[in-house]
């Protein structure tokens, strides 16, 4: 997933604390890339099963072409799912972001267990730059993050980053693009495509299996506490149910610019109306959504065709939509999906 869609690409975290400034961060610009077996704090080099040998290694991205001459010993991942991603090569990072507060390691309970050694949490927005510099990292991951590029400057001064790919500005990347970069970026690229293939064929099999899904219209959107917003295509969320047949809803894809969503009205819920609607909530309940008289009142909610998710798990493992999330999203999401639709 990319961040909610109602506040313009702007992921608000409740009860975390607030991150770094860039003020801040510009004190870090002459910052060295460093690595090393441990810094002052004990933390351990990232766990990594041997690469392919393809070093130095090259990964295309929006700012150019970036290199990395060895197999990384300590990775930070800062983008939304990078940790997922190298963690399901069998990388564990040294800092990682925890976009969706999980606690913990930050991972969802289909990604438990993968790591040996707790990694140092990094703040989201605003990267906490003296903390990701004081882990010495040889490689920095930020795949699918907003494309910033004093962001992507930054942390490109601390050690190697791999940033968003061309057209991949506001989170706009799927789980296999994520995949193939951060494959490349480690060494790992057969290791990469072979767990594509093997989740693409997942997604295949759900298609086969409902073949009602096949051209119906779908809408994704959520609500916060104070505004309604829907996904566009190019969004995790987004690329999820295209590959299962369904099409994003053509209303929200004709208001689509370059954000990741777009804003709805409660004046013009209506425009959520699709064969599907499919709601999550952020920030407030399922309850909040589903009561709604409004919301009750779009077509598809009056047909019964839509689903709210409840669910905590599920509604992250949809959001997250890393190579590791899907599989869970497709156990638990698809049967939904049907239920739904009949």
Same mark, same amino acid.
């Given at each position: 997933?990319? /961040?909610?869609?109602?506040?313009?690409? =702007?992921?608000?975290?409740?009860?975390?604390?607030?991150?770094?400034?860039?003020?801040?961060?510009?004190?870090?610009?002459?910052?060295?890339?460093?690595?090393?077996? $441990?810094?002052?704090?004990?933390?351990?080099?990232?766990?990594? @099963?041997?690469?392919?040998?393809?070093?130095?290694?090259?990964?295309?991205? +929006?700012?150019?072409?970036?290199?990395?001459?060895?197999?990384?010993?300590?990775?930070?991942?800062?983008?939304?799912?990078?940790?997922?991603?190298?963690?399901?090569?069998? #990388? @564990?990072?040294?800092?990682?972001?925890?976009?969706?507060?999980?606690?913990?390691?930050?991972?969802? /309970?289909?990604? !438990?267990?993968?790591?040996? &050694? $707790?990694? @140092?949490?990094?703040?989201?927005?605003?990267?906490?730059?003296?903390?990701?510099?004081?882990?010495?990292?040889?490689?920095?991951?930020?795949? !699918?993050?907003?494309?910033?590029?004093?962001?992507?400057?930054?942390?490109?001064?601390?050690?190697?980053?791999?940033?968003?790919?061309?057209?991949?500005?506001?989170?706009?990347?799927?789980?296999? &693009? @994520?995949?193939?970069? #951060?494959?490349?970026?480690?060494?790992?690229?057969?290791?990469?495509?072979?767990?594509?293939?093997?989740?693409?064929?997942?997604?295949?099999?759900?298609?086969?299996?409902?073949?009602?899904?096949?051209? &119906?219209?779908?809408?994704?959107? $959520?609500?916060?506490?104070?505004?309604?917003?829907?996904?566009?295509?190019?969004?995790?969320?987004?690329?999820?149910?295209?590959?299962?047949?369904?099409?994003?809803?053509?209303?929200?894809?004709? !208001?689509?610019?370059?954000?990741? $969503? #777009?804003?709805?009205?409660?004046?013009?819920?209506?425009?959520?109306?699709?064969?599907?609607?499919?709601?999550?909530?952020?920030? =407030?309940?399922? &309850?909040?959504?589903?009561?709604?008289?409004?919301? +009750?009142?779009?077509?598809?909610?009056?047909?019964?065709?839509?689903?709210?998710?409840?669910?905590?798990?599920?509604?992250?493992?949809?959001?997250?939509?890393?190579?590791?999330?899907?599989?869970?999203?497709?156990?638990? #999401?698809?049967?939904?999906?049907?239920?739904?639709?009949?």
């Amino acid at each position: 997933m990319s /961040p909610r869609p109602a506040d313009s690409g =702007v992921r608000r975290r409740t009860g975390r604390t607030r991150l770094l400034t860039g003020a801040l961060a510009l004190t870090l610009m002459g910052a060295p890339a460093a690595c090393g077996s $441990s810094d002052e704090s004990g933390t351990q080099d990232s766990a990594a @099963q041997p690469s392919d040998g393809a070093f130095p290694a090259k990964v295309a991205t +929006k700012f150019g072409t970036v290199t990395v001459d060895e197999a990384p010993k300590r990775v930070v991942a800062l983008g939304w799912g990078d940790a997922e991603a190298a963690l399901s090569l069998g #990388v @564990q990072p040294v800092g990682a972001s925890d976009w969706l507060a999980f606690g913990g390691d930050g991972l969802g /309970p289909w990604a !438990k267990g993968r790591y040996d &050694k $707790s990694p @140092q949490k990094i703040g989201t927005l605003e990267p906490e730059y003296e903390k990701i510099a004081a882990l010495k990292p040889d490689l920095i991951l930020d795949t !699918k993050s907003s494309g910033d590029r004093t962001r992507y400057d930054t942390l490109s001064k601390i050690a190697p980053t791999v940033g968003v790919p061309k057209g991949g500005d506001q989170y706009k990347i799927s789980w296999a &693009k @994520q995949t193939t970069m #951060v494959a490349q970026a480690l060494g790992l690229s057969d290791d990469g495509e072979k767990l594509i293939a093997e989740t693409e064929k997942k997604f295949t099999d759900a298609a086969k299996a409902h073949p009602e899904f096949k051209g &119906k219209t779908i809408t994704l959107g $959520s609500r916060t506490a104070s505004a309604w917003g829907a996904y566009v295509r190019g969004t995790g969320r987004v690329d999820f149910v295209e590959r299962l047949g369904f099409e994003n809803n053509p209303a929200i894809e004709a !208001k689509a610019g370059s954000a990741f $969503s #777009v804003p709805v009205s409660e004046e013009n819920l209506n425009l959520l109306d699709a064969d599907l609607t499919v709601l999550a909530p952020i920030g =407030v309940t399922a &309850k909040k959504i589903s009561s709604d008289p409004l919301f +009750k009142a779009v077509p598809s909610v009056r047909k019964g065709h839509s689903v709210v998710f409840d669910d905590k798990n599920i509604s992250s493992a949809f959001a997250m939509d890393s190579v590791l999330s899907v599989d869970y999203a497709l156990e638990h #999401v698809v049967p939904l999906f049907a239920t739904a639709l009949k």
